[in-house]
């Protein structure tokens, strides 16, 4: 494996990426000449946390055949003037300049952030067309999409401070025609939320029947707070309403993103990293159920890092993903 170049180490209490310890634990890739296209993962430079270009290319370049990348909105490089709902094209922007820099091939055959999907405030309903205007302006033919943040919860512990939804907010007048708006003109939803709001979601896709939504981190089952120590529960409810929710044909999902914290698998707390073989156990019921339920064509594999990183390396994630599909 690569030596990474020098990473800041995240002042986030919530997501500490331990550098020496995940490099306790590194493995043969397994069949390395598949190719992957990564379709959720993230840029930014904030609070002493750089995950930038070069930063992603050691994760791509670290065995894995990743030949395009699809970047995530993640309130990064917003311009900092001008009207607020304009501010978020700005990501746009900056993402559309390093998959500039990738296209030209010096820096390897990945084609990185080939996809961008940026945000928008749905709330603004139908004016929230201009915006999505200058978005597609701005991306060059690579703006695909809007990921709105609706993840809410009663228990505030378990809901990140700098990004709160309002409870309710996918059954807002104002949003759902904003979401109509985006479908009007092309363009995807990618919804992330938490494991008790995935029946609003199904409401939504149903009442939006042409809306192309995508499901973030199999729904984020949540397994912190007052859902801490009641695992079965929560499995429970989250297997019961993904199998409704994949009842909409519009609906499709992303297998990953359960290595942060909130999930509560714990992944992290071990005093070597995990074996793909033990990540893989832990991820199976969750990605099963999933299968099982949208089908595999209407599945995919995401890394959403760097925010997983906190739990395994990028080798070791694409390791267990594929390992997750053998029998």
């Not at 002493?48 to 290319?57: D, F, I, M, N, V």
């Not at 698998?265 to 995990?274: A, H, K, S, T, Y």
Request: charged share 20%; hydrophobic share 40%.
């Amino acid at each position: 494996m690569t030596s990474p170049s020098p990473r800041a180490v995240s002042q986030s209490s919530n997501y500490p990426i331990r550098e020496a310890w995940l490099q306790q634990w590194d493995e043969d890739i397994l069949e390395p000449d598949l190719p992957i296209v990564d379709p959720h993962h993230h840029l930014w430079d904030r609070g002493g946390w750089r995950y930038l270009l070069h930063e992603l290319l050691d994760d791509l370049n670290s065995g894995h055949t990743i030949v395009a990348t699809v970047f995530l909105q993640c309130r990064s490089m917003h311009r900092a003037d001008g009207p607020e709902e304009y501010r978020p094209v700005g990501e746009t922007e900056f993402v559309n300049g390093v998959a500039a820099m990738s296209a030209s091939g010096g820096f390897g055959s990945a084609r990185v952030c080939a996809g961008i999907v940026g945000h928008a405030d749905l709330r603004l309903g139908a004016r929230v067309g201009d915006v999505l205007e200058a978005h597609i302006r701005a991306g060059g033919g690579r703006f695909r999409g809007v990921r709105h943040t609706t993840a809410w919860d009663a228990d505030s512990s378990v809901v990140n401070p700098s990004n709160v939804a309002s409870p309710g907010l996918m059954a807002d007048a104002s949003f759902r025609e904003g979401l109509a708006t985006l479908t009007s003109l092309g363009l995807s939803f990618d919804a992330w939320l938490y494991h008790p709001q995935i029946d609003e979601l199904t409401d939504l896709a149903r009442a939006l029947p042409d809306a192309r939504i995508v499901l973030n981190h199999v729904g984020g089952p949540l397994g912190i707070g007052a859902y801490s120590g009641h695992n079965d529960e929560v499995f429970e409810r989250w297997s019961k309403s993904i199998r409704n929710l994949a009842s909409c044909p519009n609906v499709h999902v992303k297998l990953g993103g359960l290595g942060m914290r909130i999930n509560g698998l714990g992944f992290e707390d071990n005093p070597r990293p995990l074996s793909t073989e033990a990540l893989a156990a832990g991820l199976r019921p969750f990605f099963e159920t999933c299968v099982e339920a949208f089908g595999a064509e209407r599945c995919m594999f995401e890394s959403n890092f760097p925010v997983d990183r906190r739990s395994c390396s990028y080798t070791v994630l694409w390791n267990t993903f594929k390992r997750c599909l053998l029998p």
